[in-house]
């Protein structure tokens, strides 16, 4: 379950999920606390539609009132909006106080007025459509353009200098390995044959993969990450990879410890790590196989190096290139 939890993470997109919740933070600072919204002689469109026809009620008891303010009467009228006729047929069917003859004569001169009068354009109505629609294209592409200049950013920070990373020299060893050739040893060809490499200084060393068939069938997933370090300071000294396979017809994820020599023979190291795994002292060209109900891992050491320093002799990796393989478990 722990290993579902940490593949889930791993596929969030963290950047935009963090650009995203920072936006709408900012938005709703901006629109409740530094330059909120102020309504300012506000038409009764904005009213409920039951204040609504007590506002059209009071129009109609004004008008009864005052007949020779017609143009009072009609601008009341337009202030409702779209709710003036509803509000009408409400007090039409429920007069109460008001002459019913009152109601329906203030009806027939509204009906007359705005009959003659030319219909609205929809100009102002697609202008503002069109001044929203460019606000939100452009918070949309700032969102993006910020989340590729942080993730280009990350990628490329070190080139500039030339400096060469621990992350750059593990794909080049990775490129350089060479891969077995299954086929000459009698075995079926993988459905997927991986080379990853650690090297002392990737403290953020996980890599995790794919396995799809060639019809595009998704399979699981597998991959090899940090599991324990040695020692205190930078850069962290790994002495443990934590390596594991995902069968989506499992509903348990295999997972196993290579440790280093030292670690292996490390009461203390030993206690904290057998919870994650069986544990497999790491040896060079050593073969390691993971199984589920549906797939079979297996893990070839191709090269090893050891650092070297203070801590004990072989205690931690200074580099390690693995080899991964993927074929489907038979019976």
């Not at 460019?134 to 990350?154: D, E």
């Not at 390596?243 to 499992?250: A, E, G, P, Q, S």
């Not at 203070?310 to 290139?321: E, G, Q, V």
């Amino acid at each position: 379950m722990q290993q579902v939890i940490a593949l889930i993470l791993k596929k969030i997109p963290w950047v935009s999920v963090v650009l995203f919740v920072a936006g709408l933070a900012l938005g709703l600072v901006w629109g409740y606390w530094i330059d909120p919204v102020d309504f300012v002689d506000a038409t009764p469109s904005h009213l409920r539609p039951d204040l609504q026809e007590d506002y059209l009620r009071m129009t109609i008891d004004s008008y009864s009132l005052h007949p020779e303010d017609l143009n009072l009467a009609v601008d009341r009228w337009k202030g409702l909006g779209v709710g003036a006729q509803e509000a009408f047929d409400k007090v039409q069917a429920n007069p109460g106080s008001i002459d019913p003859a009152i109601i329906r004569n203030y009806g027939e001169y509204i009906t007359n007025i705005l009959s003659n009068e030319p219909q609205p354009t929809t100009e102002v109505s697609e202008s503002g459509n069109g001044m929203l629609w460019l606000g939100v294209g452009l918070v949309v592409l700032a969102v993006l353009g910020a989340a590729g200049f942080l993730y280009y950013r990350r990628l490329f920070s070190n080139r500039g200098s030339g400096e060469v990373t621990p992350t750059m020299q593990a794909v080049e060893l990775s490129r350089k390995a060479e891969k077995t050739n299954f086929e000459q040893m009698g075995l079926a060809t993988p459905i997927t044959q991986t080379m990853t490499t650690y090297v002392l200084g990737d403290d953020l060393y996980d890599e995790s993969f794919s396995i799809d068939t060639q019809a595009g069938e998704f399979l699981g997933e597998y991959g090899v990450g940090v599991s324990e370090s040695i020692g205190i300071g930078e850069p962290k000294k790994v002495t443990a990879l934590e390596v594991w396979l995902f069968d989506k017809n499992d509903i348990k994820t295999a997972t196993k410890v290579l440790m280093s020599r030292h670690a292996f023979q490390d009461s203390s190291i030993r206690a904290r790590l057998e919870p994650k795994g069986e544990l497999v002292v790491v040896e060079s060209q050593a073969q390691v196989l993971l199984e589920t109900a549906t797939l079979q891992l297996l893990v070839t050491v191709v090269d090893l190096e050891y650092g070297a320093s203070a801590l004990p002799t072989d205690s931690y990796f200074d580099r390690i290139t693995l080899e991964l393989a993927i074929w489907p478990r038979q019976g």
